[in-house]
């Protein structure tokens, strides 16, 4: 497709249960960035991937969550043990970084995850 | 990471009116970008500035990349009720692997 594509749109789940979100970033596109918003909240950055590069996991909050990128393309964050803190929007954006300092972010719509 | 204070960090407005906002920062950064993000959206990319005193404008909105290249506004002129929604600024340094920093947003409310 044409943007970042991220599933599922929704989720809901038990506490303590495990989840997967999956991003589908703009063919092409080097960088991929995990966010998470809580409700009316600004952007928390959670993990960023470029290129071969060892990815920047600074931002994760916990060892209860972990992101993988296959190939270079499709991206899954993984939430273990959820807690219901976990609630919140996870919006996946991707980038091409052509020139050092000139990117432009693309996001997708995000899952909105409920742990009950 | 950096710190991108943005404000206000709400407006309730009528309609018809202008809007400003803005990001500052303690650092020097080599490209602002604004968002805006629609209720159950991601964010959407509404102006890119690249250059310090860069004014761009884009439909009802302009934004201005400063001359210290430490901060951004963005102006929003003649208000209708779509423009309702959460603005973001964001700020990338001009070095290192992870280097874009978003601000914390501006909530706006268009009253018709």
């Known amino acids: 497709g044409a943007g970042v594509s991220q599933s599922p749109s929704n989720k809901v789940t038990e506490k303590g249960k495990d989840v997967e979100l999956r991003c589908d970033p703009i063919s092409g596109h080097t960088a991929l960035y995990w966010y998470r918003q809580s409700l009316g909240q600004g952007l928390e950055f959670l993990i960023y991937f470029q290129g071969n590069s060892a990815p920047d996991k600074s931002g994760l909050p916990s060892d209860r969550f972990s992101a993988e990128r296959t190939g270079g393309s499709v991206s899954t964050l993984t939430i273990q043990r959820t807690q219901q803190e976990d609630s919140a929007v996870y919006l996946c954006?991707?980038?091409?970084?052509?020139?050092?300092?000139?990117?432009?972010?693309?996001f997708g719509s995000g899952t909105q995850l409920s742990v009950l | 990471g950096q710190q991108l204070n943005q404000s206000p960090q709400s407006m309730f407005i009528q309609e018809g009116e202008d809007v400003s906002m803005n990001c500052t920062s303690s650092s020097i950064f080599n490209t602002w970008l604004w968002y805006k993000q629609d209720p159950g959206e991601g964010p959407v990319l509404l102006i890119a500035l690249y250059k310090a005193g860069e004014l761009t404008s884009n439909g009802r909105l302009t934004a201005q990349f400063g001359i210290t290249r430490k901060d951004s506004f963005l102006n929003i002129s003649a208000s209708i009720p779509s423009d309702v929604g959460i603005y973001f600024c964001a700020g990338q340094l001009p070095t290192g692997a992870n280097n874009l920093f978003f601000g914390t947003g501006t909530r706006l409310t268009v009253i018709p």
């Open positions: 954006a991707s980038s091409l970084k052509i020139n050092r300092g000139r990117e432009k972010l693309f």
